[in-house]
């Protein structure tokens, strides 16, 4: 059997759609799962909606996402060139075999003839008109640089049929369907035309895309048919909804890739999540590395079924690969947040990261979550009644001055070290833990909610600045 290649033919936006890089990934799978080869292919016909930049945004979204491409515009396999405005020639020389033998012709008609059509049920369908005229009357037009456009001739009759890997058996009357302009007047080819000879020259064996190409593919056959070359497998995909009636779009900003590692989401998380939106592994487990996804992607696991993008599931994830994280590779994402928040530079990011990874969903929760640390100074003592755990403001000093002495011998200032000592101080005292670590913790912090308890932002703190913030708070229990 012929080696599998896959390709991924984005069109250059500025903006990676979710759906867009799910395909992407798809294509990539189902490529390595194989042993082949993923080819990049750069779409860039539509001359009048070309965005500066917006390549570098796909090789950028590619290598953050992991996905390594065999060919492309970077990555010469010997059937470039990979970008379309560069295979201009090839088109034009391919759209005119094609009017040889008799799959496509040339059209004159002008907008104003065009706008005069009115076809079955308002839908206007262009009438074949040039395609009666004879070859001298075209060979004489196109000499006198009239301008033209050429269009693919479809049978009137007849069915075009073809089986999805996904969608199944699909069939389409070829009535239905228009003679659609393959190469524009600008001489550049439409998606149209220049899908099946880029897929067909670059030996693309099976052709993985979004489901709105479902119905135009029939159209396509017709010229891989005419062209006598062998049609690739397909497999279209379904969209990924927002809710059950709408798409996710950039009109509603929660379709693209970069802004979700904008609001401190793991690319490996996304990746993750978008493998699993609409396809499903035939095990339990949810939380697969790329590594894994190669081995267990397959086309049986596919869905025809719209799936729903569920952000707090997303969420889920990316705090899963969180907690697989080591201090030191949290801080390495972390490390922008750090130094936005208020604590930057004050602490060891490694123990804020130690502190941070069981509590963190997405990155951009850091600031919010440590910036209490840098924020310790004069607040009320009411702070410290609490009903439930019987704790009075009266109780709460008490129970801290005669921590202060045990806390200033304690030699080893760690989280479990300290959680030892106030242990035995507690029952001492026979007092219940909470009524030891709850003080202990306003006192050191000067806020009703952090994450972690107060043996744990002791060690952040260290012994210092920890003896320092309980003196200063017993000195306001003291002085009320
Ligand atoms: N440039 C097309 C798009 O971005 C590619 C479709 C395809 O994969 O054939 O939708």
């Not at 395609?131 to 301008?147: I, T």
């Not at 921590?403 to 030699?411: D, G, K």
Request: hydrophobic share 35%.
């Amino acid at each position: 059997m012929d080696e599998v290649r896959t390709r991924f033919a984005p069109s250059p936006t500025g903006f990676m759609h979710i759906g867009n890089l799910r395909t992407c990934l798809y294509a990539y799978l189902y490529a390595k799962k194989a042993g082949g080869k993923f080819i990049l292919r750069i779409e860039d016909t539509d001359q009048g909606r070309l965005v500066e930049g917006a390549v570098d945004v796909i090789y950028r979204t590619l290598e953050k996402a992991g996905i390594d491409h065999d060919e492309g515009p970077d990555k010469d396999g010997g059937v470039g060139p990979y970008v379309q405005s560069e295979r201009k020639d090839i088109y034009i020389e391919y759209a005119k075999r094609l009017v040889e033998i008799g799959g496509a012709y040339y059209c004159f008609c002008t907008k104003e003839r065009l706008d005069t059509l009115t076809g079955e049920g308002g839908i206007k369908k262009y009438d074949k008109h040039c395609l009666n005229l004879s070859k001298d009357e075209v060979n004489a037009r196109l000499q006198a640089g009239e301008p033209y456009v050429i269009r693919q001739n479809i049978p009137l009759e007849g069915v075009s049929e073809y089986d999805d890997l996904v969608y199944g058996h699909i069939a389409v009357p070829n009535a239905d369907m228009e003679d659609n302009i393959l190469i524009k007047s600008d001489g550049m080819p439409t998606y149209n035309f220049a899908n099946v000879v880029d897929d067909h020259l670059m030996n693309i064996t099976h052709v993985i895309r979004g489901m709105e190409y479902l119905s135009s593919t029939p159209k396509y056959n017709l010229m891989y048919d005419a062209f006598g070359w062998e049609r690739p497998t397909y497999i279209h995909l379904p969209p990924i909804m927002k809710d059950a009636q709408r798409k996710l779009s950039k009109r509603y900003g929660d379709a693209n890739f970069e802004d979700f590692l904008a609001k401190g989401y793991l690319p490996e998380a996304i990746v993750n999540y978008i493998a699993l939106l609409g396809w499903s592994p035939k095990g339990n487990e949810e939380k697969l590395s790329m590594e894994q996804l190669k081995e267990q992607f397959g086309v049986d696991g596919l869905s025809k079924s719209p799936s729903i993008f569920d952000e707090p599931k997303m969420r889920w994830l990316n705090a899963e690969y969180i907690k697989a994280m080591t201090p030191s590779e949290f801080t390495q994402v972390a490390l922008p947040y750090y130094e936005q928040s208020e604590v930057k530079g004050k602490f060891d990011y490694d123990k804020l990261s130690k502190l941070l990874i069981p509590r963190t969903e997405i990155l951009s929760e850091i600031p919010d979550k440590i910036n209490f640390l840098a924020r310790f100074g004069s607040y009320d003592i009411s702070m410290y009644e609490h009903k439930k755990m019987k704790i009075t403001v009266a109780l709460a000093k008490d129970i801290l001055q005669g921590a202060l002495p045990l806390l200033q011998q304690q030699s080893e200032w760690s989280d479990e070290a300290l959680k030892a000592t106030l242990s035995s101080y507690a029952e001492a005292r026979a007092v219940k833990s909470g009524q030891v670590f709850l003080p202990l913790r306003l006192a050191i912090t000067a806020a009703a909610v952090t994450p972690g308890g107060a043996t744990e932002i002791a060690e952040l703190l260290g012994k210092e600045e920890s003896l320092a913030r309980l003196k200063y708070s017993l000195s306001l229990l003291e002085n009320a």
